[in-house]
């Protein structure tokens, strides 16, 4: 058995800047860290006997050959490789999926590094980050960026600059302990209890970049430049240990992000970060990925506690992480 480890992450500045539809007239600029929390993805090699696949996510999958596989990353991700029998899958994360941290590409991460080990084929993780790239965005066509690929395969502090050809250039950031420490502490994430996928979401911003001619194409590319911008200020904040300014700009970055479409935000989550930010001194916040619930993370400079337990009496309680310096790695290898 093969078991790899794969961070979530959080976006710190610049998301959404990672699709082809922007990035391709543009370029993209996203900020991002990987945080201790996993994906972990089981390969087994069952039985000569018995040369059926089997799947285990949220559903169980048992199946003759690749092609009948429902789930679509297993699918591709077995087929790309020629592994065709004898398989059995397993997932399990620490975190729910459809909450914004990326759990699709770290999934994807996961099983392609897992079946690489299996192979026994050294590989660079940048490698892996183009395979998922090429699964989600070429071949299943999903309206996805680079971003989380890149993110699971590398872990820590990236700043991923994405040139207009689709080219992503990593930039690992070192970011001191005390930086990381006062990030934890001012920077509370909280659960909102709504899942969502950010497809509708993302086809939506998608679509309105591509094409010139829908009312709202101006107004998306617009706030998307603006990101950027606001993405590589954030890393300067963060390289000039300054992280009150982050939080002032992660408020920024949160306004033109819910400008590019209604769905994005609730407007329960908008009258909450409004009342939080009179109440506590909250300087920024944001939902955590394409929008629509999930994470809601804040930034808190004094009221911390009573933030956590006005934002509890709500129904989010606060979800403790810490960055994670590593991006997926194999963690159990009986193969060998």
Known sequence: MIITRTPFRITLGGGGTDLPSFYEEHGGYVFSMCINKYMYVMLNRRSVADRKIVIRYSDVETVNTVDEIRHPLAREALRMHGVH?????????????????????????????????????????????????????DILKEPVGKQDQYMAALGGFQALEIDRDGTVRAESVPVDFMTVSELVLKARIYYTGIQRSATAVLKNQDEAARRKERADHKQVVDSLCRIKEIGKGIKKAFDDCDLDAFGRMMDEHWQHKKSMSKSISLSVLDELYDEVKLRFGVLGGKIIGAGGGGFFMLYCPGKGRELDEYMASKGMPRINCMPAREGAKVVTDLFE
């Open 85 to 137: 029998e004898n398989i059995e899958l397993t997932s399990i994360a620490d975190m729910p999926a459809k909450t914004g941290l990326g759990s699709s590409g770290s999934y994807l991460v996961g099983l392609l590094t897992a079946i690489h080990a299996y192979k026994r084929e050294p590989v660079a993780m940048e490698q892996i980050a183009k395979e998922a790239c090429r699964i989600e965005m």
